[in-house]
């Protein structure tokens, strides 16, 4: 199917493990992005990609790893879980040709961190 | 610091009546501005977007936005709202030269009751 397609849908982990996030879009799209979303404070820029093993850091990076071998996928790591990570976690793709252009967004993950 | 003000966390409404979900920026550069809305259990779809030019945006599903720079505002308006409206707003902005990446406001829960 065409399109941003995030999995888990839902996650329960244990605090201290290690969990990924997947994240695949199909329209080759050069920009990607992981966004958590918690009450009160909207959706905030975790990890960035410009393009195929060019990634850099967000307003809110610390204890997450991303990777970008390929341009379609764009994994979030969360090396040791802690339960402030509890969160719904966004992935989003974008085209780099023209300025501003709109982000699309996958459905989420719902993770929660015990 | 660039930063996106919603000013109102929740708003109750009335079917058929009209709504204006207030947001403000801040920023030291030029912005690119845009409304995004969340359905339950849903990721983010565009509403409109302002980059340039008038500075009355139409977008989807009836709604308006009207970008004001003296004010820094970008207020969002519909003149007859359904109870299909029911959802979280969010207001974001990117900045010039900013690689897509969007900054957003907390969100606004727009509720209508019949």
């Known amino acids: 199917d065409a399109g941003i397609t995030q999995s888990p849908r839902y996650k329960i982990t244990e605090t201290g493990r290690q969990v990924t996030l997947m994240c695949h879009q199909t329209?080759?799209?050069?920009?990607m992005f992981w966004y958590r979303q918690d009450l009160g404070h909207g959706l905030r820029l975790i990890y960035y990609?410009?393009?195929?093993?060019?990634?850099d850091k967000g307003e809110v990076p610390d204890g997450y790893v991303v990777s970008r071998s390929k341009t379609e996928n764009f994994p979030l790591t969360l090396e040791s879980a802690t339960r402030s990570q509890t969160s719904v976690y966004f992935c989003?793709?974008?085209?780099?040709?023209?300025?501003?252009?709109?982000?699309?967004f996958g459905q989420g993950t719902r993770l929660t961190v015990v | 610091a660039q930063s996106v003000t919603q000013l109102d966390s929740q708003v109750p409404v009335f079917e058929e009546a009209p709504v204006e979900l207030r947001c403000n920026y801040s920023?030291?550069?030029?912005?690119?501005l845009f409304w995004y809305v969340q359905y339950p259990n849903q990721g983010l779809q565009l509403l409109l977007k302002?980059?340039?030019?008038?500075?009355l945006v139409k977008g989807i599903n009836g709604f308006e936005a009207e970008f004001n720079k003296s004010q820094t505002s970008f207020h969002l308006r519909k003149p007859s709202v359904h109870i299909s409206d029911t959802a979280e707003y969010f207001c974001?902005?990117?900045?010039?030269?900013?690689?897509?990446?969007?900054?957003f406001g907390a969100g606004t829960r727009l509720a209508v009751h019949p």
């Open positions: 989003a793709s974008s085209d780099r040709w023209g300025e501003a252009t709109e982000s699309f």
């Open positions: 329209w080759s799209h050069s920009y």
């Open positions: 990609s410009a393009a195929a093993d060019i990634t």
């Open positions: 920023s030291s550069v030029s912005v690119y």
């Open positions: 302002y980059l340039s030019g008038s500075t």
């Open positions: 974001a902005v990117i900045l010039s030269g900013g690689y897509n990446k969007l900054i």
